[in-house]
């Protein structure tokens, strides 16, 4: 009897090479991408927060109000001011030159506090767009137990900083210093009160108006820290209520300041 041999066609050679060749490649592909996982990432400035030039800001601070009547205190804690916004760098003078524009846009909130359980109510003698100081109780009964009694006003706004880098080869791990400007446009104010009555239980109101709040406001600012943390004030230029139009037709302007983080 005769040994009988078994050769694969031409086409199931190229079939077989094929799967092989594929085979090899993905074994590669594999390899490849288990090396790269391997490696050590580099690690971003200030404990983790990217690399990226622009700036989402969160400023954190309290409120006052300048050259104010001693009527219009506010209570330091309770008058809080909260900014978001974001910036982009325009190099100037060079890469190198350590001198950037930031221009951007955001949102800020302030909440004002008065002492004595007092807060702003629309002035019965000058109508819309007024306000004057009042306490709570006068005008919703001397009864009451106050539990919550504050006002705020909310602007979106156009910052704008020239800013200084110390570290001029590396920004983003350089102590940095800016002066600059913002413009904010009132988009809401309200007044928030909540009290217990013994007659007729809990009441919340909230009233949203102008309260002759300047529709515009503008101011100078100062920022200095690190790209991650800086410590920041604004002074505003202009009155914060319409001439005549606010509580003892006062001619108040606000300061803010506080300290904020940048995440990116």
């Known amino acids: 009897m005769g040994i009988s041999y078994f050769c694969p066609h031409p086409t199931e050679k190229k079939i077989l090479l094929m799967k092989k060749l594929l085979a090899l490649a993905l074994l590669s592909f594999s390899l490849v991408a288990h090396a790269q996982e391997s490696e050590k990432k580099p690690k971003s400035p200030i404990g983790g927060r990217p690399n990226i030039p622009n700036d989402l800001n969160f400023e954190f601070g309290f409120n006052q109000l300048n050259s104010r009547p001693a009527d219009l205190a506010l209570d330091f804690f309770g008058s809080r001011t909260f900014n978001v916004s974001y910036q982009f760098p325009i190099n100037l003078f060079g890469d190198n030159s350590g001198i950037t524009l930031n221009p951007g846009f955001g949102i800020g909130s302030d909440k004002l506090k008065f002492k004595e359980d007092k807060n702003l109510f629309r002035s019965a003698t000058l109508g819309a767009e007024s306000s004057e100081l009042r306490e709570v109780t006068s005008v919703y009964g001397n009864n009451i137990s106050i539990q919550t009694n504050n006002f705020a006003a909310n602007y979106f706004e156009i910052p704008i900083d020239l800013r200084y880098h110390f570290n001029k080869n590396n920004y983003s791990k350089s102590f940095r210093v800016s002066v600059g ?43 200095a820290g690190s790209p991650g943390f800086y410590v920041w004030s604004t002074v505003y230029l202009n009155d914060m209520w319409q001439a005549g139009r606010g509580p003892f037709a006062t001619e108040a302007s606000q300061i803010n300041f506080g300290l904020a983080i940048s995440v990116f």
């Open 181 to 223: 400007g913002k413009v904010g446009f009132l988009y809401n104010a309200h007044s928030k009160i909540k009290y217990d009555s013994p007659t007729i239980g809990s009441v919340k109101i909230k009233n949203s108006e102008n309260y002759g709040l300047e529709k515009l406001r503008y101011g100078v600012s100062v920022k």
